[in-house]
Each structure stands twice: as C-alpha cells, then as structure tokens.
C-alpha cells in the first residue's frame, strides 16, 4: 500500500516570502502524484499534478513542485506567497494499477502572515 | 456548472444514533467516491461507486457504514449506530471517467460530530 508523509502540519509564513511544503511517498512502484488544496469552507482543489514527462510542473497561481524519485518525494514551492494562499494543502499519490484511488497525506496548514 | 454538493455541512449527533450524508455529483459524473478525515490525519478513501455499482469499498471500516447510490446519481452514507471514532470530515469526490490521474472534484464535506 502507498502512504504519503507531509512533516509540517502547519506552515507560517509571511507575505511575499517563499514557501515550501514537503511531500515523501512510500512506494515500490511508480505512482502518480498530487497536490491539492482546501481554501477556508471550500472542497478540496487540484493544484497542480505528475503524472509523467518532465519532473517540474507549475501551477496556474505560480506554485511549482519537482518529483524526485530517488528520494520519493515531491515538494512544493512558491517564491513569493500572498495572503489568498492560505488554505491546507494536501499531498497525495495514486496507483496506476489501483485506478483512481488516492492516497492523502495528513496536510499542511499554510497560513500567510501579512 | 454546479460542483459537488454535500449535505448537511454540519451534523452533531450522540453515540447510538444514526445519520445520513448525502452527495450530489456534478451532472454526468459516472464515478462517485466517499472520503474521511478524522482531526488531525491524513484523508482517508472509502468506497469508489461507478454509476450505481459499488466499484470498492475497501476502504469502508465496518458494517455500520452503508453507502447507496440508486439510479446513479446522488449518494448516500448512513451510519448506524454512530460511535465517537466515526467523529470527521466526510468528503465526496466525482469524476467523469476513470483515467488513472483524472481529476476529482470534490465537495466541501460534511463536519460529522459523535458526542
């Protein structure tokens, strides 16, 4: 079975500073992966996905995140936050071989401070 | 288009009774998937209906879990009785297909509280 790890559970940070969320999987086979993200009192959003090809995939609000297979993970980044950023941001992973069940990490609160 | 409605959003309910959340999925949306965040972990998958099949359940934590989705189209979790580790948010996700990697739409859950 997969399992995703997300270390920090809560992540401050002030406005227009970097960021990065950390994201390590446990697998013994390729899989695809994911960040999602929940905005206050909303569902959760696809932010931005790995599935093959090249290892950097941006996002549409300037988020990007790199798979590292040799060291099974998959962090995201963004150089300058803004206050719409805050929301919980979730890791996840699916098995090409177990269709389109997903594997969620715990989550990490990112809140921007202004 | 409407997204992925869930209802109640909120439920407080005591140990031994039972409740109901419903899904609604967007419209043409064959597969219908539950999950569970219990406070402070990681999101948790269910069951997996394609139309009005139960696809997996694996993921159902026992029998006092019942998930329906009659004609394919809205869904339905009962829990009954509830007991306090059932206490979570509930999530609801659809999708059109099932291309390993298609996105989820999920809905904004349902707060469950077993007191």
């Known amino acids: 079975a997969q399992s995703v790890t997300q270390l920090d559970s809560q992540v401050p940070v002030f406005e227009e500073a970097p960021v990065e969320l950390r994201c390590n999987y446990s697998s013994s086979v390729s899989v695809y992966l994911f960040w999602y993200v929940q905005y206050p009192n909303q569902g959760l959003q696809l932010l931005l996905k790995?599935?093959?090809?090249?290892?950097l995939v941006e996002s549409i609000n300037g988020f990007e995140a790199e798979f590292n297979k040799s060291q099974t993970s998959f962090h995201l980044r963004k150089p300058s936050v803004h206050i719409s950023d805050t929301a919980e941001y979730f890791c996840?992973?699916?098995?090409?071989?177990?269709?389109?069940?997903?594997?969620f990490g715990t989550g990490t609160s990112l809140t921007v401070i202004p | 288009e409407a997204g992925v409605t869930q209802f109640p959003s909120h439920s407080v309910i005591e140990k031994g009774q039972t409740v109901t959340l419903r899904c609604d999925p967007i419209?043409?949306?064959?597969?219908l998937y539950w999950y569970r965040r219990v406070m402070g972990k990681e999101i948790k998958f269910l069951l997996h209906?394609?139309?009005?099949?139960?696809?997996?359940e694996s993921g159902m934590p026992n029998n006092r879990f019942l998930a329906e989705r009659t004609g394919g189209t809205y869904s339905t979790l009962k829990v009954q009785p509830a007991e306090l580790e059932d206490s979570g948010v509930y999530f609801c996700?659809?999708?059109?297909?099932?291309?390993?990697?298609?996105?989820?739409?999920f809905g904004s859950g349902t707060q469950l509280s077993v007191l």
């Open positions: 419209s043409g949306h064959d597969n």
């Open positions: 790995y599935l093959s090809g090249s290892t």
């Open positions: 209906f394609v139309k009005e099949s139960k696809q997996d």
């Open positions: 996840a992973v699916s098995d090409p071989n177990t269709g389109n069940q997903f594997y």
């Open positions: 996700a659809s999708s059109q297909g099932v291309t390993v990697g298609e996105k989820l739409f």
